[in-house]
C-alpha cells in the first residue's frame, strides 16, 4: 500500500465517512461566511472611524450648526454615523425650541433621548455580524473535535476486523479523523482574530459617540 497516497488530502476526505464529511462541509461553510463577513466588517469600520473623524473635524471648524445640519451630506446620511446622532439631536432640539412654554431641562432632555435613539441604531449596525463570529470562534473547534472523535471511532471498528494492525492500517483512519479538527482550527482562528479586533474597534467608536453627544450636548445647552 502507497501510504504518500493514502495520506493525500484530498483522498482523506473522499474516503471519510458520510458524518465526518457533512462535519467538514459544514466547517467549510461557516468558514466562507466567516471571511465574507470579516472583509465586510473591515471595510464598514474603516469606513466609520474615517467619516467620524472628517465630521468632529467639520463640526469643531464650523460655528453654524444651522448651515451644518443643513449641508448635503448630513441631510443625506452620508457623513457617517456621528453625523446621523447630530442630525437627530438638532432637529430635536429645533423642533422643541419651537414650542412655546417648554423648559430648557426638558428640551436638552428630548434632544438627549433623539441622540441616544440613534446612537443605538447605528450601535446596533456597527455590532452585526460580530455576534456570528463570536460563534464560529468558539463552537468550530468543538465541532471539529465532534468529527475527529467520530472517525477515530469508525477507524477502531475497521481495525476490529483486521488480524494483525499496522501503520498502513491506522494511519489512513486517524489522518482523516484529525482533518476535522484541522478544519474546525481553521474556522475558529480567523473569526476569533477578526471578533477580538472588530470589538474593540466598535467600542472605541461607541465610546467616540458617547463623548460626541456629551459635548454637543454642552453647545446646545450653552445656545439655550
Do not use: C
Not at 479538527?181 to 477578526?194: D, E, H, K
Amino acid at each position: 500500500m502507497n501510504v504518500t497516497q493514502d495520506l493525500s488530502f484530498l483522498h482523506l476526505l473522499e474516503n471519510a465517512s458520510v458524518l465526518v464529511q457533512l462535519v467538514m462541509g459544514l466547517l467549510l461553510l461557516v468558514s466562507l461566511m466567516s471571511w465574507w463577513y470579516i472583509f465586510i466588517k473591515m471595510f464598514a469600520v474603516r469606513m466609520a472611524v474615517k467619516q467620524s473623524e472628517e465630521f468632529e473635524e467639520t463640526f469643531w471648524n464650523n460655528p453654524d450648526l444651522v448651515k451644518l445640519y443643513q449641508s448635503s451630506n448630513v441631510a443625506s446620511g452620508n457623513a457617517g454615523s456621528m453625523a446621523r446622532i447630530f442630525a437627530a439631536g438638532f432637529a430635536e432640539f429645533i423642533k422643541l425650541k419651537k414650542k412655546h412654554g417648554m423648559e430648557n431641562s426638558a428640551v436638552m432632555e428630548g434632544t438627549s433621548r433623539a441622540m441616544r435613539a440613534t446612537y443605538q441604531r447605528e450601535m446596533d449596525n456597527l455590532e452585526s455580524h460580530l455576534s456570528f463570529l463570536a460563534t464560529v470562534g468558539s463552537v468550530s473547534p468543538y465541532v471539529g473535535l465532534f468529527g475527529t472523535v467520530w472517525g477515530i471511532m469508525n477507524a477502531f471498528r475497521g481495525l476490529s476486523n483486521v488480524g494483525q494492525a499496522t501503520l498502513a492500517h491506522v494511519a489512513p483512519g486517524i489522518a482523516e479523523a484529525l482533518v476535522a479538527t484541522a478544519m474546525g482550527l481553521f474556522a475558529a482562528i480567523p473569526a476569533v482574530v477578526a471578533y477580538n479586533r472588530y470589538a474593540h474597534d466598535v467600542g472605541r467608536l461607541s465610546s467616540r459617540f458617547e463623548s460626541f453627544m456629551e459635548e454637543f450636548s454642552n453647545v446646545l445647552q450653552r445656545q439655550s
